[in-house]
């Protein structure tokens, strides 16, 4: 099963991020957190941050949306240059709709769901999708602690993905780092988002390294993906 790291830029240093995007090359997807000061008490970045990111690396944008209105924003992402368009669950009014033109329009569509959120509701939405984003820290902040009670319901989408033949990606995003890492592969995650893991590392690009070796050996010996 190939695993994907994906860096967020949360954590880069905002004044610099085409300088950013070259210190993880090697990254599967560059990780992008939209927040707009309503969905979640932080304010980060929008469309026209995004288009400039687009021109300036070849690594595909994974746009994490955590805004209020998914339904009227999200394709503007899309339009934006991103490759990949999660929103949340919580945010968006008519999901089905949305993944429907997210993919339209020529991107992957991924659903997040915070912690409180179960999948369970949602089963039936899972082949409108491309991801699903288990998110293991309250959105809002990166550096947070990993919420290891997620791995559960990290478990239980993984059946549900093999349950319904899919072959949708399961990303975890937030306190993803060398010490729980292992525990998300195990649980069945297989796109990781790291934020402070990899930006706070001396070296950003070999930390990723380290994040997919760690990632492809738990992988290997997961109940889940040896049944594949
Ligand atoms: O979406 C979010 C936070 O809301 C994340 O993408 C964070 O940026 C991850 O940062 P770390 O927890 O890995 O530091
Ligand atoms: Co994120």
């Known amino acids: 099963m ?10 880069a240093d905002f004044a610099r991020l085409a300088e950013e995007t070259k210190a993880v090359e090697g990254a599967d997807w ?10 979640v008490p932080n304010l980060t970045l929008g469309v026209p941050v995004v288009e400039s990111l687009a021109r300036a690396t070849e690594t595909p944008l994974d746009c994490h949306l ?49 912690p409180a959120t179960p999948i369970e509701p949602y089963e039936d939405l899972l082949p409108e999708l491309d991801m699903v984003l288990i998110m293991t820290v309250e959105p809002g902040f990166g550096g947070q602690s990993f919420l290891d009670i997620m791995l559960p319901k990290i478990r239980r989408t993984r059946e549900l993905i093999t349950k319904h033949g899919l072959e949708l990606w399961l990303q ?45 050996s738990a992988t290997a010996t997961a109940a889940w993906a040896c049944a594949h």
């Open 30 to 39: 560059l990780h992008v957190d939209v927040m707009d000061n309503h969905f």
């Open 172 to 216: 975890v995003d937030g306190g993803v780092s060398a010490s729980t890492i292992e525990r998300c592969a195990d649980a069945g995650a297989d796109v990781f988002v790291a934020g402070s893991a990899v930006y706070g590392a001396e070296d950003p690009a070999e930390a990723v390294r380290a994040l997919r070796a760690q990632a492809r």
């Open 2 to 11: 190939a695993v994907q790291i994906n860096p967020s830029i949360l954590s």
């Open 66 to 114: 955590m805004i209020e209105n998914a339904d009227r924003w999200a394709p503007q992402y899309v339009e934006a240059g991103a490759g990949s368009v999660t929103f949340h669950a919580e945010a968006a009014a008519a999901p089905v709709r949305l993944a429907r033109e997210i993919r339209a329009k020529g991107a992957r569509a991924s659903m997040a769901l915070k």
